[in-house]
């Protein structure tokens, strides 16, 4: 981990697409609700098929990119060293890299999108309306990036509430755009 950088760049990872996978289902759902789907099943569906397309998308994307990037940069070192580096701990430390952080470019995501999801499995069991199933899924991706945010604040040692303000509001503005759309559209 410490040789590739590893921990520092998954941690990129994680907040950039999990942020993707809150305001990728946000506008799901939103996309849902204002064409008037009423059926549990059918957001349970969207959520499982969005967490599956942001986990395979984030996976492939990230390992290659990881992989291509980290392979240009053993090449150029063996230029500087006159000799391979094929079986190193340095090439060894680089692939476990590339495949971590393409690991928490799939789950990170995913599991937002899993979760933003599970309102309206307790709409499918009769344990809350749908109308409450909608509110609560943006009340839980809202509280998500506001988590994400509060991160970030964290680690850039700033104004954490900035942070959160920032992630929340665009997370707002996605629900308000969509909203506007709203018999607009086809």
């Known amino acids: 981990?410490?040789?590739?950088?590893?921990?520092?760049?998954?941690?990129?990872?994680?907040?950039?697409?999990?942020?993707?996978?809150?305001?990728?289902?946000?506008?799901?759902?939103?996309?849902?609700?204002?064409?008037?789907?009423?059926?549990?099943?059918?957001?349970?569906?969207?959520?499982?098929?969005?967490?599956i397309a942001l986990a395979t998308s984030g996976f492939v994307g990230s390992f290659l990119s990881e992989m291509a990037e980290r392979r240009g940069e053993i090449r150029n070192l063996e230029k500087y060293l006159?000799?391979?580096?094929?079986?190193?701990?340095?090439?060894?430390?680089?692939?476990?890299?590339?495949?971590?952080?393409?690991?928490?470019?799939?789950?990170?995501?995913?599991?937002?999108?899993?979760?933003?999801?599970?309102?309206?499995?307790?709409?499918?069991?009769?344990?809350i309306m749908m109308p409450d199933a909608f509110k609560a899924s943006v009340i839980v991706i809202l509280t998500s990036t506001a988590f994400l945010g509060f991160y970030l604040g964290k680690i850039s040692k700033a104004k954490v509430w900035l942070y959160m303000v920032i992630m929340v509001g665009a997370g707002l503005l996605t629900a308000t755009l969509s909203l506007m759309l709203e018999g607009v559209l086809i």
């Open 82 to 127: 006159f000799r391979k580096l094929d079986n190193t701990i340095v090439a060894d430390a680089h692939n476990f890299a590339s495949v971590i952080v393409a690991l928490v470019d799939a789950l990170s995501p995913a599991v937002i999108a899993i979760i933003a999801t599970m309102p309206f499995m307790l709409a499918h069991i009769n344990i």
């Open 1 to 51: 981990m410490e040789i590739s950088n590893t921990l520092k760049i998954a941690r990129r990872y994680f907040v950039i697409n999990a942020f993707d996978g809150a305001v990728t289902m946000l506008g799901a759902i939103m996309g849902a609700y204002i064409s008037g789907i009423d059926t549990p099943r059918v957001l349970i569906n969207i959520g499982f098929s969005v967490s």
